[in-house]
């Protein structure tokens, strides 16, 4: 299970960090991701990590502004988003990817196994 927390109403220019707790099974040893879902959109990806933290993919829209990290002693990943725009309005997801290289970090919905719930950000302009 995957819960996120962190999301909010901001204003445009502002800082969020959106968090990321894993239970129920061990996600050390996991690659995880976040992901992004405006209305009428599709999910897309945000950043990824992988599961030794050493890799990272960041989406252009976000790159310079968005940083994710992991704490693996405690399970949880991280987004530090900075320097916010309206345009990242949307539901945010956590996700976990099984069994892949330590050097490797997921990008496609299809290589995720488990999910969160979804935060809400709301950028205001």
């Known amino acids: 299970q995957l819960v996120e927390s962190g999301g909010g109403l901001v204003q445009a220019g502002g800082s969020l960090r959106l968090s990321c707790a894993g239970s129920?099974?061990?996600?050390?040893?996991?690659?995880m991701a976040w992901f992004r879902q405006a209305p009428g959109k599709e999910r897309s990806l945000v950043a990824a990590?992988?599961?030794?933290?050493?890799?990272?993919n960041i989406a252009e829209s976000v790159k310079g502004r968005f940083t994710i990290s992991r704490d693996n002693a405690n399970e949880t990943v991280s987004l530090q988003m900075n320097s916010l725009k309206p345009d990242d309005t949307a539901v945010y997801y956590c996700?976990?990817?099984?069994?892949?290289?330590?050097?490797?970090?997921?990008?496609?919905?299809?290589?995720?196994?488990?999910w969160g719930q979804g935060t809400q950000v709301i950028v205001s302009s």
């Open positions: 129920g099974r061990d996600f050390r040893e996991v690659a």
């Open positions: 990590i992988s599961w030794r933290g050493g890799i990272t």
């Open positions: 996700a976990a990817a099984v069994g892949y290289s330590a050097k490797y970090a997921p990008t496609s919905t299809r290589e995720f196994d488990y």
